[in-house]
């Protein structure tokens, strides 16, 4: 709805928004189910990923020890991730088996998820109280242990001094804009949601200021939790920091649990780390599947209470339909379809998405629309700062990283050594474009259904509605109406609160 009011031409981002989150909670909840099983065997004096006397090690192959310098060599905890966890196959052209114990665990996830959301604001926002603060205490807790341990010291100067030369690599720049768009839910609709509930004076730069700075803190935070506990672990084993220290799911379900094998009281750590990664995987995932229950609430609110009759079993269906697609992450070869969808998904897709959105907003619609509209809701004028971040240093980076990952796009990989078959990447490449074609598709419909010559067409598709029947009156741009950019569905969502009550009472 905000998008098609503030830009018709570009009113597909919308839609691509919520397709793009919807797709990414139908994996996501396979990390909180990964979370689960490691939660449940941390309650043991002994982990299973501790030695390679199990049933599903590779004794031959097996190192007790951290292997990394050995090349043919796995250790206790990544045979454990693999074999145990996973049962992975050779790649995802074998998807292999169900694994039950995994698929019971998304079923669990995602009854945690709709307990938290199936009341919407009323469930979460008393949900996110807990989700968002807990995990500061838990990491903490670890922090104070961990800077304690012998080699922490060398983790964390690895992990605070800067490799200059990095900067230099594309690939980086298009990792750390992926990472925080992720972090901050930019380009997900997640915020757009949530933000939707806010009053109408609501000091959006205040609030936006503050998440993105603790975003930030929170992540050095963190990353000092990490790699005060890989120092350590390049202590034990006589290894250079960089030899243990790897990305994806790696870090934090292989190496941090095996550092929990040589840690005091190695059950009460392994078990507040796994349950405060319970707690941001839940935060986050919730968030997402929000964005699709609002906007199907925008669009189809009485429709749909008049079918499921509550709003709760309209929520129930979202969650069904997501765990379903969700399953093939649960099989044999489900690690690789996981790897695809998050290439292609959370990376490919989104940095599309948010150029778009960023011209919409930024070029299309203005600053100084936007600029209008803060006035009207706070009195005074933003900053030069944030008008110049709104003209030129946002459409700029994202630009030049959108421009920079396809020049330099390489395919999607697990590890180091797996690649995907053609068939695979038009699979991937089929993913990504569930969401990205709704903006053309969107644009080609504005522009056949306008009125007038092309260039009438174009000039209307890229003005507000609010103004289209007064373009280029001054007056017109401060007076836009409420709606035309409060995002409707705090709106419709109430209203169609009122009638669930109505059809029930």
Not at 375 to 386: I, R
Not at 398 to 404: G, K, R
Not at 446 to 464: A, C, D, E, F
Request: charged content about 10%.
């Amino acid at each position: 709805h905000a998008l098609a009011k503030i830009c018709p031409l570009l009113k597909g981002v919308g839609v691509a928004t919520v397709v793009i989150s919807f797709l990414l909670c139908t994996y996501y909840n396979v990390i909180i189910t990964w979370a689960l099983y490691y939660l449940f065997n941390s309650f043991r004096a002994t982990f299973p990923w501790q030695s390679c006397n199990n049933t599903w090690n590779v004794v031959e192959n097996c190192s007790d020890g951290f292997a990394r310098n050995a090349t043919h060599l796995d250790s206790a905890s990544q045979q454990f991730f693999d074999y145990r966890l996973l049962g992975m196959s050779s790649g995802i052209e074998q998807l292999g088996n169900m694994q039950w114990n995994l698929f019971g665990l998304l079923i669990l996830s995602w009854i945690i998820v709709y307990f938290c959301i199936f009341k919407g604001v009323k469930s979460s926002g008393k949900v996110v109280y807990f989700t968002a603060i807990f995990p500061y205490v838990i990491l903490l807790i670890l922090l104070i242990n961990n800077v304690q341990l012998p080699g922490a010291k060398d983790g964390i100067l690895f992990f605070l001094t800067p490799d200059w030369s990095k900067l230099l690599e594309v690939q980086v720049w298009v990792n750390a804009a992926a990472q925080i768009f992720n972090s901050l839910g930019i380009g997900f609709g997640s915020m757009i949601s949530m933000a939707s509930y806010n009053k109408f004076n609501n000091n959006l730069l205040r609030d936006t200021f503050i998440v993105a700075v603790i975003n930030s803190v929170t992540s050095i935070f963190a990353g000092l939790v990490i790699f005060s506990a890989i120092g350590y672990m390049s202590h034990l084993h006589n290894l250079p920091v960089e030899d243990i220290a790897t990305d994806g799911p790696g870090l934090v379900f292989v190496v941090y649990p095996e550092a929990f094998v040589t840690m005091p009281i190695a059950p009460m750590w392994a078990t507040l780390f796994f349950f405060m990664l319970l707690c941001l995987g839940v935060d986050s995932q919730f968030a997402m599947v929000e964005v699709m229950v609002v906007s199907l609430m925008d669009h189809w609110g009485t429709s749909l209470l008049q079918f499921f009759r509550r709003k709760e079993l309209m929520v129930l269906a979202v969650c069904c339909v997501a765990f379903l697609l969700g399953i093939p992450n649960v099989t044999q070869g489900g690690i690789y379809f996981f790897q695809l969808m998050d290439h292609y998904t959370a990376v490919v897709s989104l940095m599309f998405l948010a150029f778009f959105e960023v011209v919409a907003v930024c070029w299309f619609y203005g600053v100084r629309r936007l600029s209008a509209n803060y006035k009207e809701m706070l009195g005074t004028e933003p900053s030069l700062f944030f008008k110049l971040c709104w003209w030129v240093v946002s459409p700029l980076l994202v630009t030049v990283i959108l421009l920079s990952s396809i020049v330099r796009y390489s395919p999607a990989r697990y590890g180091q050594t797996y690649k995907y078959p053609p068939w695979a990447e038009g699979l991937g490449w089929m993913i990504s474009l569930c969401s990205i074609i709704w903006i053309p598709l969107a644009a080609v419909h504005t522009l056949y259904t306008s009125k007038g010559s092309l260039i009438q067409r174009l000039r209307s598709s890229i003005t507000p509605i609010g103004e289209m029947t007064a373009a280029g009156s001054k007056e017109q741009v401060l007076k836009l109406s409420l709606e035309m950019y409060k995002p409707p569905c705090s709106i419709s969502f109430t209203e169609n609160l009122k009638l669930a009550e109505e059809s029930n009472m």
